[in-house]
């Protein structure tokens, strides 16, 4: 098992728990809010945020077999923080989160923050050369 490999399993463990964390924080906001009929589609829309995982977890597995993978991986994880950014760079030009209460701030930091520190892990994650398994030669994807 690669040495990194922990850590991709660790990122792709966060992505499960951000998507709970957003079903559960905005779903609990939309039932206060009588909006219902919300949560199919809130559903619908953030499930797609699941494919990251599963690429993560396909490259840790086999790193060699999924390379190609990690390139997609990285760009749905730069992806999925732009909203938080842009919501932050409205709430800061607005001295506040538009709409947002100070819970819901805290939760879009929170998630933001965690999103940029895995960005970074991912970009600066090396697989390993499949040529040279016995080396400590990498190959930047």
Known sequence: MNRLTPALLAIALWQILRF?????????????????EAVPWFLLFGAGSL?????????????HKYAPLLGLMRLGKALELLPGVALLGIGVSQRHLP????STS????????FDLIF???LL???????S?????ETIDE
Do not use: M, W
Request: aromatic letters at 6%; proline letters at 5%.
């Open 106 to 113: 805290l939760v879009v930091v929170g998630i933001a923050l």
């Open 124 to 130: 600066s994650y090396k697989l390993p050369c499949a």
């Open 51 to 63: 494919v990251v995982p599963a690429g993560l977890v396909l490259v840790a597995i086999d790193p």
């Open 99 to 102: 709409t947002l209460g100070n």
């Open 119 to 121: 960005l970074v892990i």
């Open 20 to 36: 709970v964390i957003l079903c559960v924080f905005f779903l609990t906001r939309i039932a206060e809010a009588d909006g219902r």
């Open 132 to 136: 040279c398994a016995n080396t400590e």
